[in-house]
C-alpha cells in the first residue's frame, strides 16, 4: 500500500468519523468543531486529487469564515437545547424516513457514478501547464453545470432568508422606521401653514 493510499484511508476515515459527531454531539460548540475538522480532512482529500484550488477555498472560505461564524452564533445564542431536545422523540421517526430517503438517493448516484461517470473508465480533466486547474474548473462550472451551480446559489439564498426571519425578533417599545408610511406621506400630514401677524407671535 502506497503511501498516498495511506492517505487517502486516513483522511477518508476521518472525513465520516467526524461528521457522524456533527450530528450526534450534544454539546453544539463541539459539533462546530467536528465540522472544522471535516472540512480539514475533505481539503486533504482535495489535495490528493489534484484539485488544490478547491482545497484552498475550503480552508479560506469554509474554514476560516463559515464554521468560525457558526462557532461564534453558537455561543452567542442563548438556546435552551434542553427544551429544544424534549420533542426529539416525537419527530424521530420522520427524522429516520428522512434520512433513509437522503441515503438511497447518495447511494444511487454513488453507483451511477461509479457505473457511469468518471469512475467507470471516462477521462477525466487534467490540469497542464497551458490550462491551469482554476481554468478547468471554471469552465466546468459555469458551461456543464451551470445550472447545478444557479440552483445551490437559489437554495442559499432561502436558507439565508430563512436564517434571517427565524432569528428576527421584535420588541414593543423600540421605534422602528417605517419606509412606506415615509415615501407615501403627503405634504399637509408634515406641512401646516399658520397665518401670523406683523409683530405678533404664535400662541399655543
Known sequence: MTVIAIAFYL??????????MVITAKNPVHSVL???????????LFILL???FLAMLLVVVYVGAVAVLFL????????DFVKLRQGF????????????????????????????????????????????NIK???HALYSTYIYLFEAAGFVLLVAMVGAIVLTLRTRPNVK???????VTRRRKDAVEIVPVKTGEGISE
Open 11 to 20: 483522511l477518508a476515515l476521518v472525513t465520516l468519523a467526524s461528521g457522524l
Open 34 to 44: 467536528y465540522l472544522i475538522l471535516a472540512f480539514f480532512s475533505s481539503a486533504g
Open 50 to 52: 489534484g484539485a488544490e
Open 72 to 79: 461564534f452564533v453558537v455561543m452567542m445564542l442563548d438556546v
Open 89 to 132: 422523540a416525537n419527530y424521530l421517526p420522520i427524522g429516520l424516513v428522512v434520512g433513509l430517503v437522503l441515503m438511497g438517493e447518495l447511494v444511487a448516484i454513488s453507483i451511477a457514478v461509479a457505473t457511469k461517470g468518471a469512475a467507470a473508465g471516462n477521462q477525466p480533466l487534467v490540469a497542464s501547464a497551458a490550462e491551469p
Open 136 to 138: 478547468l474548473i471554471g
Open 176 to 182: 422602528r422606521q417605517d419606509i412606506f408610511s415615509q
